[in-house]
T-cell receptor
Framework: AAGVIQSPRHLIKEKRETATLKCYPI?????VYWYQQGPGQDPQFLIS???????DKGSIPDRFSAQQFSDYHSELNMSSLELGDSALYFC????????????FGPGTRLTVT | RKEVEQDPGPFNVPEGATVAFNCTYS??????FFWYRQDCRKEPKLLMS???SGNEDGRFTAQLNRASQYISLLIRDSKLSDSATYLC???????????FGDGTTLTVKP
């Protein structure tokens, strides 16, 4: 079965650079969530989208922005990167209007040097 | 106090043991509950949804107690492959916001 796709899988950036992470949800899933997981921590909810509109916002820094496109894929844009942004970034998707079960992608490991 | 709190780990048990994890949540508006399993450096994988009536999937049983605002996961006859971090997830359905617990690490030893 098709799963959530994230790209790139690994990314190395320098401080103050920008990064764009991409997420392709499971087909027919219209809701996308972004999470940040630091070393030894649980995933922290950043932001979510339903039908291309932002549905909820968590602990997303102002330096980050995200959007969901007409094909339901989503991009997380990160600017002025800081060392503390180094983490695993997961995208999850679900099909709206039914169960709230979220299915996670393999994550993007971002390292800021 | 954190919105979602889990039993502190780690749990180290022998194969065949029964182990239980608990998770409490503070927001009474929470409506959906799940257990996820996460292996090192991998994505969380959905293990079970949790319902008030309780649900069972093989060796795994999940329970929800709304009055006391906690959910539990019971693993019977532990296998080596059950070693992982178990995360409870609470969703405030109307807002869509998902909150994870800190995770409980289970190590099953031969």
């Amino acid at each position: 079965a098709a799963g959530v796709i994230q790209s790139p899988r690994h990314l190395i950036k320098e401080k103050r650079e920008t990064a764009t992470l991409k997420c392709y949800p499971i087909p027919r899933h219209d809701t996308v969530y972004w999470y940040q997981q630091g070393p030894g921590q649980d995933p922290q909810f950043l932001i979510s989208f339903y039908e291309k509109m932002q549905s909820d916002k968590g602990s997303i820094p102002d330096r980050f922005s995200a959007q969901q496109f007409s094909d339901y894929h989503s991009e997380l844009n990160m600017s002025s990167l800081e060392l503390g942004d180094s983490a695993l970034y997961f995208c999850a998707s679900r099909r709206g209007g039914g169960s709230y079960e979220q299915y996670f992608g393999p994550g993007t490991r971002l390292t800021v040097t | 106090r954190k919105e979602v709190e889990q039993d502190p780990g780690p749990f180290n048990v022998p194969e065949g043991a029964t182990v239980a994890f608990n998770c409490t949540y503070s927001n009474s508006a929470s409506q959906s509950f799940f257990w996820y399993r996460q292996d090192c450096r991998k994505e969380p994988k959905l293990l079970m949804s949790v319902y008030s009536s309780g649900n069972e999937d093989g060796r795994f049983t999940a329970q929800l107690n709304r009055a006391s605002q906690y959910i539990s996961l019971l693993i019977r006859d532990s296998k080596l492959s059950d070693s992982a971090t178990y995360l409870c997830v609470v969703i405030q359905t109307n807002a869509g916001k998902s909150t994870f617990g800190d995770g409980t690490t289970l190590t099953v030893k031969p």
